[in-house]
């Protein structure tokens, strides 16, 4: 079989003769990752491998841990920031990397808010924050809850920022969310903050987020920071 055979070929035609194809976890991982979110099956990652759908078994017990593993194997290849040596700069670049790691798997915010369980990935990279915090003085229970809004306020601002931007009628082509909304939300909230309102409905999630950012910044300055 050729090197231009592609996947689907590759079903067709069934498994070359001898030794079937060994695949790991880190391989499903990255397959899962180059199919994307938004259409990962086990159907899809098999096609990508050139495996027949049940080996993926063998490593994935279904769809949930096969996403679990992409997760993990996202949040590890990302780039994460170095201590700067001052909490504060430290939990921004921290909160931009999230941002940036989101924007770089399109539908992996949507998959990770239906997951029953965390990937360990993310535990870790929660439990490491907090770790950071402490070791710049902060008491154990204010430690975690700075990274928890943290964490929690890029996931919320990004999220609501995929729902703005959706197509309003539910395909692609129709106005989206943000602009067919921008009239009922300027009149609901009064013509004294209507204008604040269009913009922040014509501004992209990550300006708003970056000033919801410092906002609460300042409030763990004033209120959690040794």
């Given amino acids: 079989m ?20 060994r695949i790991t976890r880190p391989d499903i991982a990255d ?24 080996a993926l078994y063998r490593h994935v017990a279904d769809r949930e841990e096969l996403v679990i593993v992409a997760i993990n194997r996202a949040i590890g290849k990302a780039h994460w920031p170095e201590p700067t040596g001052e ?23 949507k998959e990770f808010l239906k997951l029953r369980r965390f990937p360990d990935e993310v535990m870790h990279r929660f439990g490491a924050a907090v770790q950071r915090l402490i070791g710049y003085g902060f008491a154990v229970e204010d430690a975690f809850l700075a990274v928890d809004t943290v964490f929690d306020l890029a996931i919320d ?29 300027a009149e609901a909230v009064g013509p004294e903050v209507a204008p604040v309102m269009r913009r922040a409905l014509s501004e992209p999630a990550s300006v708003w987020f970056g000033r919801k950012l410092g906002l609460v910044l300042d409030g763990i300055a004033a209120g959690l920071a040794p």
Avoid: K, M
Wanted: charged content about 20%; aromatic content about 6%.
């Fill in 87 to 109: 909490w504060r700069s430290d939990l921004e670049a921290q909160a931009g990397a999230l941002w940036a790691l989101l924007e770089a798997h399109p539908g992996l915010i």
């Fill in 31 to 54: 397959a899962a990752l180059a199919v994307g979110f938004d259409n990962l099956t086990l159907a899809t990652v098999a096609e990508r491998l050139r495996v027949a759908h049940s």
């Fill in 2 to 21: 050729g090197e231009e055979t592609t996947a689907r070929e590759w079903r067709v035609l069934g498994r070359p003769r001898g030794r079937p194809p």
């Fill in 157 to 185: 601002v990004f999220g609501r920022g995929q729902q703005l931007d959706a197509p309003a009628g539910g395909s692609a082509g129709t106005a989206n969310v943000r602009d067919s909304s921008a009239g009922a939300w």
